[in-house]
Each structure stands twice: as C-alpha cells, then as structure tokens.
C-alpha cells in the first residue's frame, strides 16, 4: 500500500511551485523570532483569517523577498523628493450631474430691459425678482408680490 506523505503543519498549508519553491523543503521547524507585542496582537487574528496561519502569512513574506531579491526587484530608497509638477483630475459628470447655472443679467427688469429699483418677491411662488419702476408700482401691491430690497 502507497503511503502518503502528510504535510509538517496542523493547518495543511501547502506551496504552489513558484521561484523560491526550490527552497521549501517541505518540513516546518519550530523557530522564535522577536516581534512588537502590539503589531504581533494585530497580526495574528488578521493572518489566521486570511490564510489559515501566522506561519503561512510568514513563509508567504519570506518567499516574496526571495523572488524579489533573485529576479531584481530592488526596493528603493530614494535620498531626494519625488517632484511632480503637475497633477491634472478630470472628472467627466454624467448628463444629469452636468449642472449648468443660468445667472440672470444684472441691472435689468425681470420683465423689459429697464434699470431695476429694487428686488421684489412673487408671494404665491417665493421667487425673487428685480423690477423696474413700471412694473413694481404696477404688481406690488401686498397681496401676490412683496418687497425685498429697495434701492
């Protein structure tokens, strides 16, 4: 009867073959390192969620660094800020967030092309108006239009 070889690790973590795969022997040995409490208090929870073990989040480190270290990825450590000139954003809206404002031209009656006299407001809508001489002796009365500011 073959006999089948188990993995030396309670959580059954297993390698894919990957560049620093010539290193995994294949057995775990018990070894101590020393970390901060706090940071170690952190990690362990977060590394038994996410794979299954602090020992695999350690070796999944420790193979990143080999690979990176045998096919050339060098960390930098730059002496001198990075200067970027220009950042340019350009935010394309959709239609309907594409607002466009309408600005009423000053100095003119809301309903001719007179100097105002004042700003006035239409009761029944709440909408505020500039009017001219004419047109404010001929609404305002109290009763659908009011004044706001006379000039």
């Known amino acids: 009867m073959a006999e089948t070889k188990q993995a030396d690790s309670i959580s059954k973590v297993h390698f894919s073959k990957s560049a620093a ?4 022997s294949g057995k775990r040995e018990p070894i101590t390192i020393r970390v901060d409490k706090g940071l170690y208090s952190a990690f362990k929870p977060l590394s038994k969620r996410i794979y299954g073990s602090t020992c695999k ?15 050339g990825v060098h960390f930098s ?54 009017l001219c001489k004419f047109h404010a002796s001929e609404f305002v009365n109290g009763k659908t239009w009011g004044v706001v500011k006379r000039e």
Do not use: D, S
């Open 21 to 24: 795969y010539k290193y995994v």
């Open 57 to 71: 989040a350690i070796e999944i480190y420790m193979i990143t660094l080999i690979e990176a270290a045998e096919n």
């Open 77 to 130: 450590n730059t002496e001198k800020p990075i200067n970027i000139e220009k950042i340019v954003i350009e935010r394309n809206l959709r239609p309907r967030r594409n607002l466009e404002f309408v600005e009423e031209e000053k100095g003119k009656c809301h309903y001719c092309n007179r100097l105002p006299v004042g700003e006035f407001v239409y009761l029944k809508t709440g909408g505020k108006y500039p």
